[in-house]
């Protein structure tokens, strides 16, 4: 241990001496450049001797002592103090300070060699007397020395890594890597080692390059699939007091293919109905394989060439399992038993690893069908008719043929489906499947009928269905119109033979063979002066001017009978009425929007005019009806005030009488009514009403609806209300109308007045406009 120790040591002392040795030779060689920089600056001037002496400067790091490091002194100091030393340049004054009588120089701070390694400086000597310079300005540098004063620090952590499994012994891992701040050229500070604290047997790490390799050859990662890795670096090449550092390595195995698959059991029994569709699920199969990933990837196969066609074996993506398939339908009847072999192997084989047999496994399916009563089957699974449009009820389209393939074999009965057939346009015989036109077919309206067609055991509750598709074929039983409302005109300078327009037809039927249409004129002994038609023989026709000059003043618009004829069997004919008008166009033979329009124009403007004329008598109608509502409320007022008159002097009883001799005669009435008399009309303004009456009595006549209720109402009051005086007056009611010869009966339109009334007759308007009251007195 004692030898160890002194050896320690030893290397020490050699380490700082050659730190030394190097030092001064960095300083030697920088003096020397210096100098020689000096030297030739002053080009031919006379040389000057160096008079410098000084030890060579090292200081060492992280010591916050003061202390003497180095002495510079002139070969011109006699010790008398005349030579003043002043030192400048990097951390004089700060770092470093010198005395100016001896020229020692001191460290006044703790250095740190990380940060900065080397001091570039300037000394001076001045003669204190001359104040001149006593040796030329020279350089020097302080070189700071190492200590191992920083720990290791592993890199570009975290470290993470994987390898194959079952890989061989050396196999590298991955590589970590560590750093010191120290020195690497002084001492042992940042030499590093590595070393592992962690993860004995399986790995190692190389102690100089921090490599991890596998210590252990065939680790299995279905036993384990991750491990961690405790790394160790050292600086001092792992000498005492040195400094250390950790890091984690997780390392990884990735899966191989060296497992094969394996079934959990030997025997898998199943049971499926014998009426399964085809592609059900029988059932699913497991094997198991230790690897992960692709490796673990199974497919299955079945053995037995026979019994796959019957069904078939899939792996499901997800569980790799086997998931077995009905591919062709079962029959109990036929076979009730099937016993297949099954096996799985890797899809993704590695015969490094393993070899044919031990990649692949085996197992017994057992299946067994199982019986159930089926519904009847259909001969067809659709069916598919076609008839003529028009064909008479009752004709037999086509026939549905089904049967119980059950042992019992039980009779069926047969019925449309009511959703499919709403307009009941079909029937069938429910004994045997025959369908029947039930209601006359029209292709236009219906094309297809799709109807579904049940098959239903009478014993039983069980049923089938199928699609029947009957094509109803057409029948020329439409006749050709024009295919649009053509709007023609013909310019009133044009020449015989100019087009007029191109008319084409249509036809709603659907001819195998196509449509094709023949435009004519109608047949008649005169033939038309003014248009013909040449048919294009390809279902068009061209309007064709007979004659010149058309004027608008002789006639505005013609009506040309066109006869189209299709060629279907029987032929079928129409004939269209195409509206030709004239118009006034314009040079280019364009014809502007109020030539054409002119006439429409014109029809426009007469709907209008009857609109508004429509809209004036509804307007007269409703005031009139207004103004005879007034009239009644009015007469309805002067009837209250009568019975009230009555109520006063119900005991009084008037009578008047009229002598046509008399020279001065007047209406006496022998009761006096002061409220009679205040509501009584004035000569003037009964003679207005009477001219207002007569112009509303155009509108009205004894016909209408509302004069003839109002005869009836005001009948029906003077027959119920006795109390309404005069009680001796006959009231009569008459229509003056218009037009008379006789004009009016009524005095009130005379110029003159005469008091007295011959006969006794007093003629006064009544509540309704244009009538008059006659009272005859009795």
């Known amino acids: 241990m004692y030898n160890c120790s002194v050896l320690r040591v030893l290397l020490i002392l050699i380490f700082i001496l050659s730190g030394w040795v190097k030092g001064n030779l960095q300083i030697s060689k920088h003096q020397q450049h210096k100098n020689h920089s000096t030297k030739a600056s002053h080009g031919s001037q006379e040389r000057v001797k160096r008079g410098w002496i000084w030890s060579q400067i090292f200081v060492e790091e992280e010591d916050p002592t003061v202390r003497k490091i180095g002495q510079l002194k002139s070969d011109y100091d006699t010790g008398d103090f005349t030579i003043k030393y002043i030192l400048s340049g990097e951390g004089a004054g700060e770092l470093f300070i010198i005395d100016e009588y001896t020229g020692d120089i001191q460290v006044i701070k703790c250095l740190d060699r990380e940060q900065k390694d080397f001091y570039i400086l300037q000394a001076q000597a001045i003669n204190r007397r001359s104040k001149q310079p006593a040796e030329p300005e020279s350089e020097f540098i302080i070189k700071v020395q190492d200590i191992n004063d920083n720990a290791p620090e592993f890199i570009n952590e975290p470290y993470v890594s994987s390898i194959p499994e079952m890989c061989p012994t050396g196999t590298t891992v991955i590589q970590v890597t560590a750093t010191d701040a120290d020195d690497p050229m002084f001492g042992n500070n940042a030499k590093l080692i590595y070393s ?76 499926i109905s014998e009426f399964a569709p085809v592609g059900t699920t029988v059932g699913r199969v497991m094997a198991d394989d230790g690897d992960i990933g692709v490796n673990a990837k199974i497919k299955y196969s079945l053995d037995d060439l026979e019994e796959s066609s019957t069904f078939t074996i899939q792996t499901d993506p997800n569980t790799q399992e086997g998931i077995i398939i009905l591919s062709q339908q079962l029959d109990y009847e036929n076979k009730r038993r099937f016993v297949i072999t099954v096996e799985a192997s890797n899809v993704n084989e590695d015969t490094h690893f393993l070899n044919g047999l031990e990649s692949r496994d085996r197992a017994t399916l057992k299946i067994i069908v199982m019986n159930v009563d089926e519904p009847p089957i259909f001969s067809e699974m659709l069916y598919r008719w076609s008839i003529l449009e028009n064909t008479p009820i009752g004709t037999e389209v086509g026939t549905v043929y089904s049967r119980d393939i059950d042992a019992t074999n039980n009779p069926i009965r047969y019925s449309i489906s009511q959703s499919s057939d709403r307009s009941n346009m079909f029937r069938i015989n429910p004994g045997n499947g025959t369908v029947y036109v039930a209601e006359p077919l029209d292709r236009e309206t219906a094309a297809w009928h799709n109807l579904t067609i049940t098959a239903r055991e009478i014993n039983g509750q069980l049923f089938s269905t199928v699609s029947v598709q009957i094509k109803v074929l057409d029948v020329n039983d439409n006749v050709p119109t024009l295919s649009k409302d053509y709007q023609l005109y013909v310019c009133e300078d044009t020449e015989a033979g ?281």
């Open 196 to 271: 592992i604290l962690q993860g004995d047997p399986y790995f190692s790490v190389e102690s100089k390059t921090g490599i991890i390799v596998t210590s252990l050859p065939n680790m299995d990662r279905e036993a384990r699939d991750m491990y961690l890795v405790v790394v160790q670096v050292k600086d001092m090449l792992g000498l005492t007091g040195g400094y250390s550092a950790t890091t984690t390595v997780t390392i990884s195995l990735t899966d191989v293919n060296d497992n094969g698959p394996m079934f959990q059991h030997n025997l898998y029994t199943f049971s």
């Open 498 to 778: 100019e087009n007029v327009g191109l008319i084409s037809a249509t036809d709603i039927d659907n001819p195998v063979d196509g449509h094709h249409f023949y435009f004519s004129m109608i047949p008649d002994k005169l033939i038309n002066p003014n248009f013909t038609i040449r048919d294009n023989q390809d279902n068009t026709a061209v309007i064709l001017a007979r004659r010149s000059t058309f004027s608008r003043h002789d006639r505005m618009q013609y009506h040309l009978p066109v006869v189209i004829r299709d060629n279907g069997s029987p032929i079928l004919s129409s004939t269209n009425t195409l509206t030709i008008i004239v118009c006034m166009c314009q040079p280019a033979g364009h014809c502007p929007s109020g030539g054409v329009k002119a006439q429409v124009s014109m029809d426009v403007s007469i709907l209008t005019a009857l609109s508004v004329a429509v809209c004036i008598i509804a307007l007269v109608v409703l005031s009139t009806i207004i103004l005879a509502l007034q009239k009644y409320k009015m007469l309805h007022t002067k009837k209250l005030a009568m019975q009230e008159l009555e109520t006063e002097e119900s005991s009084e009883k008037v009578m008047s009488f009229a002598r046509p001799d008399t020279e001065s005669c007047q209406n006496v009435p022998l009761r006096q009514n002061q409220r009679r008399r205040e509501h009584r009309l004035h000569r003037e303004d009964v003679a207005a009403s009477i001219r207002m009456s007569l112009r509303h009595s155009h509108l009205i006549g004894p016909e209408d609806e509302v004069f003839q209720q109002f005869i009836l109402d005001r009948l029906a009051e003077a027959d119920e209300d006795s109390h309404v005086p005069p009680f001796d007056t006959l009231k009569t009611y008459a229509f003056e109308g218009t037009g008379s010869v006789m004009g009016s009966l009524s005095s009130l339109e005379s110029t003159t007045f005469d008091p007295c009334v011959s006969r006794g007759h007093i003629l006064r308007l009544s509540p309704w406009q244009g009538e008059l009251e006659d009272e005859t007195m009795f």
